[in-house]
């Protein structure tokens, strides 16, 4: 199985840039696809980005297509999200995840229960 570690986040302005980093530690990360969620109180974890094992390919919730980027360094055993032009709603905390079975075409899963490890998680507050 594989460790997540989280770090990056914290307090931005609207308008403004963040980067989430996520560590892996055990099996090797390119054996996973993988994904980024968020979840405000209250509220179910939100599916906001996926990338596959390869990283060729890439899918995003709407709400943050042109402004998030997933991506992944497999000889690292890093993946990233960057964040740009924030805003208030993107407030929440951010989880990172690895999966082994892959539920949508493009070789990954956008759906919280195909995922099988998950990081601790890290706060986002974006202030307007």
């Known amino acids: 199985q594989v460790q997540l570690v989280q770090s990056g986040g914290g307090l931005a302005q609207a308008g403004g840039s963040l980067r989430l980093s996520c560590a892996a530690s055990?099996?090797?990360?390119?054996?996973?696809?993988m994904g980024w969620f968020r979840q405000t109180p209250g509220k179910a974890r939100e599916f906001v980005a996926a990338i596959s094992r390869s990283g060729s390919s890439t899918y995003y919730t709407d709400s943050v297509k042109g402004r998030f980027t997933i991506s992944r360094d497999n000889g690292k055993n890093m993946v990233y999200l960057q964040m740009n032009s924030l805003q208030p709603e993107d407030t929440a905390v951010y989880y990172c995840a690895a999966g082994s079975n892959p539920t949508y075409g493009g070789g990954y899963s956008i759906l919280a229960d195909g995922y099988d490890f998950w990081g601790q998680g890290t706060q986002v507050t974006v202030s307007s």
């Open positions: 055990g099996r090797t990360l390119s054996s996973y696809f």
